[in-house]
T-cell receptor, first 108, second 115 residues
Framework: AQRVTQPEKLLSVFKGAPVELKCNYSYSGSPELFWYVQYSRQRLQLLLR??SRESIKGFTADLNKGETSFHLKKPFAQEEDSAMYYCALGGNTGKLIFGQGTTLQVKP | DAGVTQSPTHLIKTRGQQVTLRCSPK?????VSWYQQALGQGPQFIFQYYEEEERQRGNFPDRFSGHQFPNYSSELNVNALLLGDSALYLC??????????????FGPGTRLLVL
């Protein structure tokens, strides 16, 4: 079965601390993984996707097929990073399967 | 480009009624997907439309139906509303090139409350 698991509902860190938002997936084919972010009162927007291998706003994520993980990392958290983060799994079918989301709270 | 737009922003209905939600895709996009997001949950895929046909469907009952128009805009219809249909309904648009689908861009959503 296709599934995305984000084990933490809430992650709270201090400004300047490293951040790692966990995402594990279950998929039998060739996965395509995404991180979407939703800032307060804004729409869901793409943060990054694994095939582009970009770093957006200092965030990176590496697809680990052996561990079926796609954790989101940032070395130094900023207060403006506070938001809801969703990991999503796509394949060749076009639909996205989302995790339940992790709220990142960056304290000053 | 205003991006993906949805209407209405909010809607209140009673059980048993029917509702129609509307979505206009981002300029240049030809594919529309609909998602349901219950409170505290991640979005769940309802279905996807491409070339005016339903291409993919998630685990939703037949009460949920849709349509895509020649200008690529789309409607989501829900019949015989249940209390459990209360949720944020998200529309996402993308461009399909061959068998590859590009990034999905989301609209602001329509919040439906069923009383």
């Amino acid at each position: 079965a296709q599934r995305v698991t984000q084990p933490e509902k809430l992650l709270s860190v201090f400004k300047g601390a490293p951040v790692e938002l966990k995402c594990n997936y279950s998929y039998s084919g060739s996965p395509e993984l995404f991180w979407y972010v939703q800032y307060s009162r804004q729409r869901l927007q793409l943060l990054l996707r694994h095939i582009s291998r970009e770093s957006i706003k200092g965030f990176t994520a590496d697809l680990n097929k052996g561990e079926t993980s796609f954790h989101l990392k940032k070395p130094f958290a900023q207060e403006e990073d506070s938001a809801m983060y969703y990991c999503a799994l796509g394949g060749n079918t076009g639909k996205l399967i989302f995790g339940q989301g992790t709220t990142l709270q960056v304290k000053p | 480009d205003a991006g993906v737009t949805q209407s209405p922003t909010h809607l209140i209905k009673t059980r048993g009624q029917q509702v129609t939600l509307r979505c206009s895709p981002k300029s240049g996009h030809d594919t529309v997907s609909w998602y349901q997001q219950a409170l505290g949950q991640g979005p769940q895929f309802i279905f996807q439309y491409y070339e005016e046909e339903e291409r993919q469907r998630g685990n939703f009952p037949d009460r949920f139906s849709g349509h895509q128009f020649p200008n690529y805009s789309s409607e989501l219809n829900v019949n015989a509303l249940l209390l459990g249909d209360s949720a944020l309904y998200l529309c996402a648009s993308s461009l399909t090139t061959g068998s590859w689908q590009e990034t999905q861009y989301f609209g602001p959503g329509t919040r439906l409350l069923v009383l």
